[in-house]
T-cell receptor, first 111, second 114 residues
């Protein structure tokens, strides 16, 4: 079992809809959770991070963390075609500095 | 500079050759990470520096790979006797120290071994 699992997609949503991206992780020692956006041919760009159970909102983005279920998600409200990219989930274990990444989910937002 | 800088942006080398990839982190960031990303995959951890020392090199695939950070700032990833399977995008990231700090990535070096 991979440490960080994401559906590779593509996830297709129409413009203006809510896109829901999901990630599960296997290590219960994971402490911090990060969402990166990666456009084709570009490097990952940090969107937000979360380390407490519950929701964290930043503009159109909401990260949700449920440590009991080992599940973290990213909601994108009012999706725009410019949101079309691969979204990478990454986790950091308690006491460690390195990030473990999932394979990423490709999101396609159609006009 | 304002962000993480990696050079070169592209490198084509022949199988068996030696290559060096450079990373200049964000000023003041003591932590520096090297990752490798193959097509369709997420970044795969290679090595992590805290200051000048390699705090975790468990991701280096074999002894052909080596990295240094002699003055605690710029880092160089060195690959000996390159193989076609080494072809990937090599990403460098830096962050401040601390458990909940964000890591910021450079634009990467695309290495192609022919």
């Amino acid at each position: 079992q991979k440490e960080v699992e994401q559906n590779s997609g593509p996830l297709s949503v129409p413009e203006g809809a809510i896109a829901s991206l999901n990630c599960t992780y296997s290590d219960r020692g994971s402490q911090s959770f990060f969402w990166y956006r990666q456009y084709s041919g570009k490097s990952p760009e940090l969107i937000m991070f979360i380390y407490s159970n519950g929701d964290k909102e930043d503009g159109r983005f909401t990260a949700q963390l449920n440590k009991a279920s080992q599940y973290v998600s990213l909601l994108i409200r009012d999706s725009q075609p410019s949101d079309s990219a691969t979204y990478l989930c990454a986790v950091r274990r308690s006491g460690y500095s390195t990030l473990t990444f999932g394979k990423g989910t490709m999101l396609l937002v159609s006009p | 500079g304002a962000g993480v800088s990696q050079t070169p942006s592209n490198k084509v080398t022949e199988k068996g050759k030696y290559v060096e990839l450079r990373c200049d982190p964000i000023s003041g960031h003591t932590a520096l990470y090297w990752y490798r990303q193959s097509l369709g995959q997420g970044p795969e951890f290679l090595i992590y520096f805290q200051g000048t020392g390699a705090a975790d090199d468990s991701g280096l695939p074999n002894d052909r790979f080596f990295a240094v950070r002699p003055e605690g700032s710029v880092s160089t990833l060195k690959i000996q006797r390159t193989e076609r399977g080494d072809s990937a995008v090599y990403l460098c990231a830096s962050s401040r120290s601390g458990a909940n700090t964000e890591a910021f990535f450079g634009q990467g070096t695309r290495l192609t071994v022919v």
